[in-house]
């Protein structure tokens, strides 16, 4: 069962309510390539399964791998190369692309941006926990780290996904390119190794003509949610921590934001 809560909200309609709600993710070109083929991908940040270009820059993120055919290995690459993922695929089967940024910060200098954020992404409690802390209602300061996956096929695609080791992640549990999932791929969200029960995950959909769709979805008490998927389709999942944290000086961030994607494809 998906526990879906919204279905059909176009995502050209959604309108940005703060810059730390931008989606991070790998956007591979091509996501089945033959044997010995290129793995191209650009990483991207943005909304609406659109966003700008990211280069590969070793400051930028505190792990770039890949793990194809089960083998874990980093991501060759130059300072400024764009598209930041652009290597030979060194074997058949099920590449899982991983990637970790280091952390960065913002600031809410107005209240609504904080609550609308808190809103969107579903983080019950927050407000409330925000006023019993005592928290200011302006220069608030979020840490926030992406922590991004991407499925691609090389060859017959072989392969499953699985736990990388990245503090919030999601997990396939299907193989999108070789298992039957009409109805639905089974993903399992976690953080810190354990599952998220009852967490909002945000499904992005985009066709092969048209305008991408999301809707929203929640996790079961194992963490896990299958998700309504069409052949054809590219698919960007997205689930977010936020978690308190104990400032120490008075510009010190007050929460942390811990975001989790997966893009895939559904063979036609």
Not at 56 to 84: H, T
Not at 111 to 138: I, Y
Not at 147 to 165: F, H, M, N, P, T
Request: glycine letters at 8%.
């Amino acid at each position: 069962m998906s526990f879906l809560r919204t279905v059909g909200v176009l995502a050209l309609g959604l309108t940005p309510v703060t810059a730390s709600a931008h989606e991070f993710w790998i956007d591979p070109v091509d996501y089945s390539v033959p044997s010995g083929a290129a793995l191209v991908a650009p990483l991207r940040v943005g909304e609406a399964f659109s966003g700008a270009e990211q280069s590969y820059l070793e400051r930028n993120f505190a792990r770039f791998d890949m793990q194809c055919g089960g083998i874990l290995e980093p991501v060759p690459g130059r300072s400024g190369d764009r598209p930041a993922l652009n290597v030979g695929a060194p074997r058949d089967g099920l590449c899982v692309i991983v990637h970790q940024t280091r952390d960065y910060t913002l600031t809410y200098n107005k209240w609504q941006k904080f609550v609308n954020f808190v809103e969107h992404k579903d983080f019950s409690g927050v407000l409330a926990e925000h006023a019993a802390r005592g928290l200011p209602d302006t220069g608030i300061v979020e840490l926030y780290s992406r922590y991004a996956k991407s499925l691609i096929a090389v060859g017959d695609g072989a392969g499953s996904d699985a736990e990388v080791g990245l503090l919030t992640e999601i997990v396939a549990e299907a193989n999108p390119y070789t298992d039957d999932v009409t109805g639905g791929l089974p993903v399992r969200v976690l953080f810190d190794g354990a599952p998220r029960s009852d967490a909002q995950v945000e499904l992005f959909a985009r066709p092969p003509e048209g305008k991408v769709e999301v809707t929203l979805h929640r996790t079961d008490a194992e963490g896990r949610v299958t998700l309504p998927v069409q052949s054809g389709y590219t698919y960007l999942v997205d689930a977010v921590v936020l978690r308190p944290r104990e400032a120490q000086a008075e510009k010190d961030p007050v929460w942390e934001s811990l975001w989790a994607s997966l893009t895939f494809a559904v063979p036609e």
